[in-house]
């Protein structure tokens, strides 16, 4: 399913699919939705059956999302929060 997405990007906003081919992309029901975090590699975790309920061009509009969080620092403003 992610690898459908990031070819759109690819196809239509490669700025944004430069940065979602270089994370690690985890699978899990431990979020709701999508997320990401830095450890030693830059994480995209994604729940499954969110991404289902979605149109294809919605979940493309997510992961292009998650990588705004990166470009504007919002990691790094939480206080602590995970």
């Known amino acids: 399913m992610i690898e459908e997405m990031v070819v759109s990007l690819v196809r239509t906003k490669p700025f ?3 940065f ?3 994370m690690n992309r985890i699978e899990t029901e431990r979020i709701p939705t ?8 830059i994480n995209l975790f994604f729940n499954h059956r969110f991404l289902e309920a979605l149109k294809f061009e919605e979940r493309v509009a997510c992961l292009e999302h998650e990588v705004l969080h ?5 990691l790094f403003r939480g206080d602590g929060r995970d």
């Not at 999508?34 to 590699?41: E, S, Y």
């Not at 990166?70 to 919002?74: E, S």
């Open 16 to 18: 944004y699919a430069h």
């Open 20 to 22: 979602i081919q270089q």
């Open 70 to 74: 990166l470009l504007n620092l919002h």
């Open 34 to 41: 999508l997320g990401v975090n830095i450890t030693t590699r």
